[in-house]
């Protein structure tokens, strides 16, 4: 509150100036920007200079837009915004609705400078006289600078600021519009205001309200529709046509009335309009966020965190910029897995049931199915991204890293030892490091021949054979790297350091948290030849003008695959290809339940000790994808092997897929890497499965 004789110095100089002003403006011996500037020098003392940077605000600032996340094919997964607002140009917008607004907001838009003498000087002396703040007489560029800076505003204090019922504000409004107004044409100006206003139904700018309300683009506004959003402005929650057509209505006849008054509406459209009832067409609402996902909301918020942690976008840029994000996912694959894990796993169980699906060769996540919703609550929901956490164990798909390590390193899959079962290692300890009690290991169940060759062994995930085959090598260290140099991500350098320097003769057997996509990543590089490939679910990432969104350092995002060709040599990745082939097409396999008539599937099954999780990760040449099931908060049985669940959701989730996609085969092995001479026919058995070569 300003001390009493400040006050009067105030008024009294206002109704001085707008006096003055009065009649020099009626006798044209002096411009009305100069009562403004009379009544501005009197409150000067409570307000600094004009900012440029405000200024800049209004004219410059690009305004907030709707992100929409696209799929691979190009259909929406969900739209990230802050306000639901897609600015359009002058040309997208049926001109009518200009002409609208103009009319009945601001009938002399083209004439004044950014402020009405005649609307703002009447407005003052009324108020002035009756003991009031200054009210009324905004023009269109006033009512944008207020609603630039009521929408800019991030705290209550600047949001009163910016609509505070006060003198100061009003005169700094009107020197912000005469700035605006020197710098912008009156078609920007109007284009800007129309994109910015708030028009109701949580619709920012025209483009978004003719969506809301009629399921039009701006450009295809009728009269009677644009006449209705011209009335919305200036209340629209009262003057909702879907929830108030009465009120609505009225409104829009006033529009229509004021259109006829200047001209720009002839006696019988008039006359046609106003008999015509409020009519609305409302358009879909718009997904909002990840928990509002059109499909893969696991795979949405994945790409999210991929956008801001990897690519450097912050989270201001995602909801506010406009961009259009292409990403990988293909909803075929996604809504396939997502009927495949919920029909095996319940939504409602305790255990959760994740499938991860990677292209080999590229890295492209493809899907992320979970049978939870992604962002809600209750038993069935989760915001927590299953798909990538290192929740579990994965078992004895770890085996594959040690038989990849071996056949490098002097090993073939000829390679035969016995070991019984139990087995007692020669090199490990139960706890590791190098004393105490050494490690004994047994296998699944008394069914294991005690002598078996590599290949056999890994088909047949025999814990006794890759314990003894770790003692062959001396250390885990090999197999610990591997796995890592593969893909595994979530085996991270301090874990692998631990492992390695603890001799942990269980590293094969795959006790440790392990994501899921990473696992499934890990496999993509033997199911892609041997060539690595970060996953990556975002392919592209634009503007609101079509152009390359750069980062942080001014480059454009590295949005591509990034490969390492030869992380495994293609002989030995042929040669595991085909190997594991017999786990799902062989009568010795593990995994029969994933078996596809007509289809080449290779896969390794896991489960973690006590059944605490169960895993399998299957691939064809075209698609690595991976399951695991497991309880996220606590320790349990969760029944069965990698073989019975994990391969009934991966063949329920695939089959429908692979029905739409023509039969290919994996390259053939390698036969020095199998251990079997050159010449003739390849021998190489795997229960009834000749392997090719």
Not at 154 to 166: H, P, V
């Amino acid at each position: 509150m300003q001390p009493a004789p400040v006050r009067v110095r105030t008024w009294t100089g206002l109704v001085g100036a707008v006096v003055t002003a009065g009649v020099l403006v009626g006798a044209g011996a002096l411009p009305w920007v100069a009562a403004l500037d009379a009544a501005w020098r009197v409150v000067q003392d409570h307000q600094g200079p004009l900012s440029t940077t405000t200024v800049a605000e209004v004219t410059e600032q690009p305004l907030s837009g709707v992100t929409r996340v696209l799929a691979a094919d190009g259909s929406l997964i969900t739209d990230f915004y802050d306000r639901d607002r897609v600015p359009v140009t002058a040309d997208q917008i049926a001109p009518v609705m200009g002409t609208a607004l103009v009319d009945v907001e601001d009938a002399r838009f083209y004439s004044h400078g950014g402020v009405d003498p005649i609307g703002t000087l009447r407005a003052l002396v009324a108020d002035v006289s009756s003991g009031g703040a200054a009210q009324g007489g905004s023009t269109l560029t006033q009512q944008l600078v207020k609603q630039t800076l009521l929408q800019d505003a991030t705290t209550t204090a600047g949001q009163e600021a910016a609509t505070a019922d006060t003198v100061a504000r009003k005169i700094t409004e009107a020197r912000l519009a005469l700035a605006v107004d020197a710098q912008l044409t009156k078609s920007q100006i109007l284009t800007r205001y129309l994109n910015t206003v708030y028009f109701g139904h949580g619709a920012y700018g025209v483009q978004a309200a003719a969506q809301t309300y009629f399921s039009v683009d701006a450009s295809g506004l009728s009269t009677l529709q644009a006449a209705t959003l011209a009335g919305l402005v200036q209340n629209p929650s009262a003057d909702d046509p879907i929830d108030h057509p009465d009120a609505a209505q009225a409104r829009r006849d006033v529009v229509l009335q004021r259109m006829h008054g200047q001209g720009d509406l002839s006696d019988a459209d008039l006359a046609a309009d106003t008999a015509a009832p409020v009519t609305t067409a409302p358009g879909p609402d718009l997904p909002q966020g990840c928990a509002q996902a059109v499909v893969g909301g696991f795979f949405c918020d994945y790409a999210r965190q991929y956008l801001t942690g990897t690519l450097g976008l912050t989270d201001q840029q995602l909801d506010q910029g406009g961009l259009t994000i292409r990403t990988t996912l293909d909803p075929t694959v996604q809504r396939s897995g997502d009927a495949a894990v919920v029909k095996t796993v319940a939504a409602d169980s305790p255990l959760a049931a994740v499938y991860d699906v990677v292209q080999p060769g590229t890295g492209h996540v493809l899907g992320m199915s979970v049978n939870r919703t992604f962002g809600c609550n209750g038993d069935d929901c989760t915001s927590v991204d299953l798909p990538t956490a290192a929740a579990r164990g994965s078992g004895s798909t770890y085996k594959l890293f040690t038989a990849a390590y071996a056949l490098q390193h002097g090993y073939t899959a000829s390679f035969t030892q016995t070991t019984s079962s139990p087995y007692t290692s020669t090199v490990y300890k139960e706890n590791g490091g190098t004393r105490g009690a050494p490690y004994v290991v047994e296998n699944a169940s008394t069914h294991y021949p005690e002598t078996l060759d590599l290949a056999d062994a890994l088909v047949m995930s025999s814990n006794t054979f890759f314990v003894g085959l770790e003692d062959h090598l001396g250390s885990v260290e090999g197999p610990v790297r591997e796995a890592q140099q593969l893909g595994l991500a979530s085996l991270t350098d301090d874990q692998a350091q631990q492992m390695v320097d603890g001799e942990q003769g269980s590293f094969t057997l795959g006790p440790i948290g392990t994501s899921p996509l990473d696992l499934t990543d890990s496999y993509a590089t033997v199911f892609s030849g041997g060539t690595q490939c970060d996953p990556t679910p975002v392919t592209a990432v634009t503007g609101p003008d079509g152009a390359p969104v750069t980062g942080p350092d001014g480059a454009v995002l590295d949005t591509g695959d990034h490969c390492t060709a030869d992380a495994l040599p293609a002989p030995v990745a042929n040669t595991l290809a085909q190997v594991m082939r017999g786990d799902v097409q062989s009568d010795i396999g593990t995994a029969g339940r994933a078996r596809i008539p007509g289809y080449d599937v290779a896969g390794k099954t896991g489960t973690a000790q006590h059944n605490y999780s169960i895993a399998f990760v299957g691939s064809t040449p075209q698609y690595t994808a991976g399951v695991m099931v497991f309880n996220p908060d606590e320790d349990v049985d969760v029944g069965g092997y990698g073989g019975d669940k994990g391969a009934r959701i991966w063949h329920d989730a695939m089959a429908p897929v692979l029905e739409q996609t023509p039969s290919t085969s994996f390259p053939p092995a390698d036969r020095s890497v199998l251990g079997v001479p050159d010449g003739g026919d390849c021998p190489f058995t795997e229960g009834d499965l000749t392997l090719v070569c």
